[in-house]
């Protein structure tokens, strides 16, 4: 299906301590993610997911669906001085033809150190 609307979003942490080099989402599971592993839409607009994909990638990542193995539901990210920035992308996801409207979409999500 066709995907459109990319739009960039991070998670910046802080205030890191011990000795975690790295940091990486676990994006859960619940009854906002669909069988595909997509954010349901819970706006107006019709025939549209919401996808989560780690910045640097054309694949999305398939929310809930890979194992809570360090950085399988996303990319890690350096830890330095205490902080990281974690960058991914949001893109609108048909999944028929789209009709007008609102997108509204969210995730739960636990961070990873390692």
Avoid: K
Wanted: proline share 3%; hydrophobic share 40%.
């Amino acid at each position: 299906m066709a995907t459109a609307g990319a739009t960039p979003f991070s998670i910046a942490l802080s205030g890191c301590t011990g000795s975690a080099t790295q940091a990486a989402v676990w994006f859960e599971n619940d009854s906002n993610v669909n069988a595909a592993g997509r954010l349901i839409n819970s706006g107006t607009a019709g025939n549209v997911d919401v996808a989560i994909y780690n910045a640097s990638s054309s694949t999305h990542i398939p929310i809930g669906q890979t194992s809570t193995t360090f950085g399988s539901s996303g990319t890690a990210f350096p830890i330095n001085n205490g902080s990281a920035t974690l960058n991914y992308m949001a893109r609108y996801y048909a999944t028929g033809i789209a009709t007008a409207g609102t997108v509204t979409a969210n995730v739960n999500y636990t961070v990873q150190y390692q």
